[in-house]
């Protein structure tokens, strides 16, 4: 035992290690700090929903999450950029849009619905676009005050706030996606479950694409019951 720890210390003390820890630790403290001002904001627009009409709130809440996830992205860009834990630039953005995508998806994603949620499809192209268009015109993301912003963002990020975010950000998206992963297997099951006795009731989803099936739309199961129309 002692021996496999002394090999994980000394695999964690190599600056190879070292040199892959401190930007996945950059990238992780700005998608935390991201998922926390997007958590606020829905706080925010709820209570705001109840002083202003449902369309103002609906335009500022999606006016919010645009802006968010457009600087999201650059703050990302840039620490691709500004990165030298690989000689490949192309390699870099590769690995901050990998980062990016699942942050936004398990950002803006419903863990009850397993939807996007309202005012945040946009928002989450603008951001997928905003990124994709910094990769094809590095200059922009020279620009000073982006510099400066992800400047501050570096420094909170070394401190030790950093690591708190960073086990935040694994914690929320190794959650989300597992969460995922394990409701789209049991409903993929839930036909053979249900054949084998071991489930009394086939679990069924909301389908809110088929408006011609009413103003709610219709409940559908996975297959048809035994015996069911």
Not at 21 to 45: E, K
Not at 113 to 138: H, M
Request: glycine share 6%; net charge positive; aromatic share 14%.
């Amino acid at each position: 035992m002692e021996q496999y720890l002394a090999q994980a210390l000394a695999i964690w003390n190599s600056p190879e290690f070292q040199a892959l820890l401190v930007p996945f630790r950059i990238l992780s403290s700005i998608s935390a700090m991201f998922w926390m001002l997007a958590r606020l904001a829905d706080l925010f627009m709820a209570g705001l929903k109840r002083l202003v009409f449902e369309e103002i709130g609906s335009l500022l809440s999606f006016l919010y999450v645009a802006a968010l996830s457009v600087a999201y992205a650059a703050m990302m860009f840039n620490t691709a950029l500004q990165g030298v834990w690989h000689p490949s630039l192309l390699w870099r953005e590769i690995c901050g849009f990998g980062f990016m995508y699942v942050m936004l998806g398990v950002t803006f994603t419903d863990l009850s619905t397993r939807r996007l949620k309202p005012n945040t499809p946009t928002a989450f192209f603008l951001g997928v676009l905003a990124y994709l268009l910094l990769a094809r015109a590095p200059g922009m993301a020279r620009h000073p005050g982006l510099l400066e912003f992800h400047r501050v963002l570096e420094l909170f990020a070394t401190g030790g706030w950093g690591n708190v975010m960073t086990a935040l950000t694994v914690l929320v998206a190794a959650w989300s996606l597992l969460s995922l992963a394990a409701s789209e297997l049991a409903f993929g099951l839930s036909p053979l479950l249900y054949r084998l006795r071991l489930i009394k009731a086939l679990p069924v989803r909301f389908n809110f694409s088929r408006q011609e099936d009413g103003p709610a739309g219709r409940w559908r199961p996975p297959c048809s019951a035994p015996g069911s129309y």
